[in-house]
């Protein structure tokens, strides 16, 4: 890393090295946290289980309604993982009217 380098090469403290590389010292030390989401893997499941047309506003719902502590964003992100934000399917398409050439009739008005 940059910082390193500025330090054994040059022999800068860390203050300095941050400010000259214009790297946040929080950045250094910064360890990221495991998330442990089973608990709304299971709540998402069972949900879907037993909704299955159910899609992602009234699981939301069915959450707070429950007084589950988990949030809009922390549902979304586990409710994506799972892939369950699929778009739907869209409805076909009508094929083109094909106009018949019928006798007394021209462009589907009576002559």
């Not at 000259?20 to 360890?31: M, V």
């Amino acid at each position: 890393m940059v910082v390193q380098a500025l330090m054994a090469e040059h022999g800068m403290s860390q203050r300095r090295a941050c400010t000259a590389s214009g790297i946040a010292r929080s950045t250094l030390r910064y360890r990221p946290t495991a998330r442990n989401d089973s608990g709304v893997i299971t709540f998402i499941q069972t949900h879907m289980a037993l909704n299955p047309r159910h899609g992602f506003g009234l699981l939301y719902d069915s959450a707070r309604h429950q007084g589950k502590p988990w949030g809009k964003t922390v549902l979304w992100r586990v409710y994506c993982e799972l892939r369950l934000n699929l778009p739907r399917r869209g409805k076909k398409r009508l094929p083109a009217r094909i106009k018949l050439n019928r006798p007394g009739y021209r462009g589907g008005r009576l002559v």
